[in-house]
């Protein structure tokens, strides 16, 4: 009985020592990660520093400063009208025109390639008229050389 009693015992201490090993276990932590979403690898870093300019103040645009660029035409209108003329240019320009009626029937003669201005000052000179743009309105303004305001004695 006593061997009983110390079987029991034993077999009762075992019980114990196992129940208590295994509640001392800390509990596993499972990590979840994010499924992977991006392509190509990324972009090789080779250098984190940057030039940068000091803070100044930022210049005005101003129309003075920039150069006015004129785009090179060939104009060829062997025989032609004053009014016939100055349409074609503001056409090719994208302008507006403004002649009077009495100049637009002379006949000019011209065939050349350049500026837009040196187009317009030749049809002037062949025409005998003053003719000028008005780049701000875009308009092509022609008047009479005998309407052009004269200082006296000039």
């Given at each position: 009985m006593k061997t009983r009693l110390a079987t029991r015992i034993a077999i009762l201490l075992l019980m114990v020592g196992v129940g208590t090993a295994c509640s001392d276990t800390q509990p596993v932590a499972v990590e979840y990660y994010q499924p992977a979403y991006r392509t190509t690898p990324p972009e090789p870093v080779y250098n984190r520093l940057m030039w940068s300019h000091l803070p100044k103040p930022i210049a005005p645009k101003t129309a003075e400063v920039a150069p006015a660029l004129l785009p090179e035409v060939e104009f060829d209108m062997p025989d032609a009208k004053l009014g016939e003329a100055i349409e074609a240019l503001a056409q090719t320009m994208g302008y507006r025109w403004h002649y009077p009626?009495?100049?637009?029937?002379?006949?000019?003669?011209?065939?050349?390639?350049?500026?837009?201005?040196?187009?317009?000052?030749?049809?002037?000179?062949?025409?005998?008229?003053?003719?000028?743009?008005?780049?701000?309105?875009?308009?092509?303004?022609?008047?009479?050389?005998?309407?052009?305001?004269?200082?006296?004695?000039?």
């Open positions: 009626n009495k100049v637009a029937g002379r006949q000019i003669k011209i065939r050349m390639e350049g500026t837009v201005e040196d187009v317009l000052k030749e049809i002037g000179r062949q025409g005998n008229v003053y003719a000028q743009f008005d780049h701000e309105h875009r308009l092509i303004v022609v008047m009479d050389s005998d309407m052009v305001p004269r200082l006296p004695g000039s």
